[in-house]
C-alpha cells in the first residue's frame, strides 16, 4: 500500500511563501516518482510538480515555473514543496502523488496514489 501525506497548508499574503511537505514512504525505493498537483474548488486538477530521482527528471507546471520548488529527503522519506511569491490564484487543495517514473512531462496521466490533501489559501 502506498501512504502519501501532505501537510503545511495555510493562510498565506500575496508575495508570501509557505513550504508543504509530504510523508512518502515509497522513497525507500526508485519504483515511484513523486508529483504535486492541485485542485481549486470547481477547477479542474493542475499539475504543479513532478520529481523522478530514478530518472533525474524534474517538471515543473507553467504557471509555478520559477516560483515553486520540488525536492525530497530520502533520509526522512520526505517531499517538499517550496512555494515563494504566492498569489491568490494559487489557492487549492495540493495533493502528493505516486507517479510512474517514466512519465515526464506527462505525469498528470500516470499518477497512480495520492493520499489527503492540504488547503492552501492566498489573500491579496
Known amino acids: 500500500e502506498v501512504q502519501l501525506q501532505a501537510s503545511g497548508g495555510g493562510l498565506v499574503q500575496a508575495g508570501g511563501a509557505l513550504r508543504l511537505s509530504c510523508a512518502a514512504a515509497?522513497?525507500?525505493?526508485?519504483?515511484?516518482?513523486i508529483a504535486w498537483f492541485r485542485q481549486a474548488p470547481g477547477k479542474e486538477r493542475e499539475g504543479v510538480a513532478f520529481r523522478s530521482e530514478r530518472e533525474g527528471t524534474t517538471v515543473y507546471g507553467d504557471s509555478v515555473k520559477g516560483r515553486f520548488i520540488i525536492s525530497m529527503d530520502k533520509a526522512t522519506n520526505t517531499v517538499y514543496l517550496q512555494m515563494n511569491n504566492l498569489q491568490p490564484e494559487d489557492s487549492a487543495t495540493y495533493y502528493c502523488?505516486?507517479?510512474?517514473?517514466?512519465?515526464?512531462?506527462?505525469?498528470?496521466?500516470?499518477?497512480?496514489?495520492w493520499g489527503l490533501g492540504t488547503l492552501v489559501t492566498v489573500s491579496s
Open positions: 515509497i522513497l525507500n525505493s526508485y519504483d515511484w516518482a
Open positions: 502523488a505516486a507517479v510512474e517514473n517514466a512519465a515526464g512531462t506527462r505525469y498528470m496521466e500516470f499518477i497512480r496514489y
